[in-house]
């Protein structure tokens, strides 16, 4: 059995999906969820604040290029954040007992991989904009590898060795 250990938490990872449960409640009970949590809607809360007031005061005065790339942004930026919520959401469930963790392993509760851009999409863009866009993608970041580490079977994270899958072939059809 491994284990998974961000900052000064290790969390020991399950040989078989029947240990995952347990896996996940402790993670839910966990400090490293209380402060993953707390961060998570701080920032939510900060992000929205910023997008209703001196981000759409800050938009107004964008070239129309500049504009356009800031609604991608901060499209973008909403929609990471709301997957984040959401996974916190579904681990505050488990934690408060309002779902089962067997419930929460479930592919629909999963964070799929973002996309990585390599820079915001237009130079003009404003810097709160940007400084909001680069937490929320550390933050989708780690969630995801908790995600990762906490419901992927550890089969499924190896990929399989493509020689020693040719070499069993090549065994099993001379032991014909």
């Known amino acids: 059995m491994s284990e998974l250990t961000v900052g000064d938490v290790s969390i020991p990872q399950p040989a078989s999906g029947a240990d995952r449960a347990s896996i996940v409640q402790g993670f839910a009970r966990s400090e490293l969820f209380d402060r993953t ?25 964008l070239s ?3 504009a356009l790339a800031y ?7 909403t929609t990471r954040l709301m997957q984040i919520a959401s996974w916190l959401l579904v681990q505050r469930a488990v934690r408060e007992g309002d779902m089962t963790p067997e419930a929460a392993c479930e592919p629909r509760y999963r964070l799929n991989a ?4 390599a820079e915001p999409s237009h130079a003009e863009l404003p810097i709160a904009l940007v400084e909001y866009l680069v937490r929320s993608e550390k933050l989708f970041d780690r969630a995801l590898h908790l995600d ?28 014909s």
Do not use: C, H, W
């Open 71 to 77: 609604a991608a942004e901060s499209m973008k930026l």
């Open 37 to 61: 949590f707390r961060e998570g809607m701080e920032l939510v809360e900060e992000t929205a604040s910023y997008l209703d007031g001196e981000g759409r005061r800050e938009s107004r005065i």
């Open 114 to 117: 973002r996309k990585i851009d």
């Open 64 to 66: 129309r290029s500049a």
């Open 148 to 175: 990762r580490r906490m419901y992927l079977d550890d089969q499924d994270e190896t990929p399989a060795n493509p020689v020693l899958s040719q070499l069993g072939r090549l065994e099993a059809a001379f032991r």
